[in-house]
């Protein structure tokens, strides 16, 4: 059984930051594309970041460009998103997601149709 499961969330003051991990059993995350997105109440689920397997493509939203940044850490079988410079609009649940369909993809989306396992998401909450 496939599952997907976030880390690292918690409260930062603004202009801080936090380290988000992804990671999953019964699947190896290594080979597939893996997205993150976020939830705030009331509103729809934002793309914000994709590393695609191959050649480890990364796509950003504009929201989060440059604060952002994600890689892979292979020690850890894990995909790591790292938030910066957080304003109190990045606050929300943040998920992870891989898709199966993606073995050794050169590309990613941040659109999250393609995405069929889910993690069931992280808290972040930026607050002074």
């Known amino acids: 059984q496939v599952q997907v499961a976030e880390s690292g969330g918690g409260l930062v003051q603004p202009g801080g930051s936090l380290r988000l991990s992804c990671t999953a059993s019964g699947f190896l995350l290594d080979y597939y594309t893996v997205g993150w997105f976020r939830q705030a109440p009331g509103k729809e689920r934002e793309g914000i970041a994709c590393?695609?397997?191959?050649?480890?493509?990364?796509v950003f939203a504009d929201s989060v460009e440059g604060r952002f940044t994600v890689f892979r850490d292979f020690v850890k079988t894990a995909v790591v998103l790292e938030l910066n410079d957080l304003k109190p609009e990045d606050a929300g649940t943040y998920f992870c997601a891989a898709d199966s369909m993606s073995y050794f993809a050169r590309s990613c989306t941040i659109v999250p149709g393609p995405y069929d396992y889910w993690g069931q998401g992280t808290q972040v909450t930026v607050s002074s």
């Open positions: 590393i695609s397997s191959n050649d480890g493509n990364k």
